[in-house]
Each structure stands twice: as C-alpha cells, then as structure tokens.
C-alpha cells in the first residue's frame, strides 16, 4: 500500500513557475513509475508526465507534448518525494494536479488506468 500526498499548488500568474511536491508513504518507493495527471473542469483526466523506476542506475522520464520544454519531472529516492518543476505557466495549465504510482512496466505510461495509487490532487491556477 502507498500513500501519496501532492503539496506545492496554488495561484500564479502566466509566466511563472511552481514546483509540486508528491510525498509517498512506505518503503517500496523506488519500485515504482511516478507519473504527474491533471484534470481540469469538465475535462478529463490527462497525462503531464512520467518518471520511471531505476533500472541499472538510469531512470527515463516523458512528457506530454503540451509541457514539453516546461515542465521537468524528477525524484528523490531517499525522500520518497517526487517532484514537478513547472515553468512558463500557461492559464491553460490550471488545473487539479495528481501524483500516482504505477508498479507495472510498458510503453501506455500515459494512461490513467495503468497506475495502482494515486494522491488527493492539487488545485495549479494559473491567471492571464
């Protein structure tokens, strides 16, 4: 079982940055792929980004095409935190934010479904 606790969200303007905390609970943290969803009002839940596991001391990450080149994703092991760096905001970017851990591999990393746990969501809103 993991807990996941998203923190970091709140109101910018367009422009600037936020950076989105997902504390987890438990010891298997580094077992699994850690992926950042949002979903915005009357839309549905949509992939920002991924970061895998550690495999042989490398970890991948992807983004979605909309926050490429503006958003970084990355991880602390030792603080069971993952994190989502998120810059040159968008009002299109608001949003409620979801961390979620996923223990299966593959290449459908961006789809909802693939992730066992996920957090409580934090609301990004982002003025123009």
């Known amino acids: 079982q993991v807990q996941l606790v998203e923190s970091g969200g709140g109101l910018v303007q367009a422009g600037g940055s936020l950076r989105l905390s997902c504390a987890a609970s438990?010891?298997?943290?580094?077992?699994?792929?850690m992926g950042w969803f949002r979903q915005a009002p009357g839309k549905e839940r949509e992939f920002v980004a991924v970061i895998s596991r550690s495999r042989f001391s490398i970890t991948y990450a992807y983004y979605a095409d909309s926050v490429k080149g503006r958003f970084i994703i990355s991880r602390d092991n030792a603080k069971n935190t993952v994190y989502l760096q998120m810059n040159s905001l968008e009002p299109e970017d608001t949003a409620v934010y979801y961390c979620?851990?996923?223990?299966?591999?593959?290449?459908?990393?961006?789809?909802?479904?693939?992730?066992?746990?996920w957090g409580q969501g934090t609301q990004v809103t982002v003025s123009s």
């Open positions: 438990g010891r298997t943290f580094s077992r699994y792929d």
């Open positions: 979620a851990a996923g223990s299966d591999s593959g290449s459908d990393y961006y789809q909802p479904r693939r992730y066992d746990y």
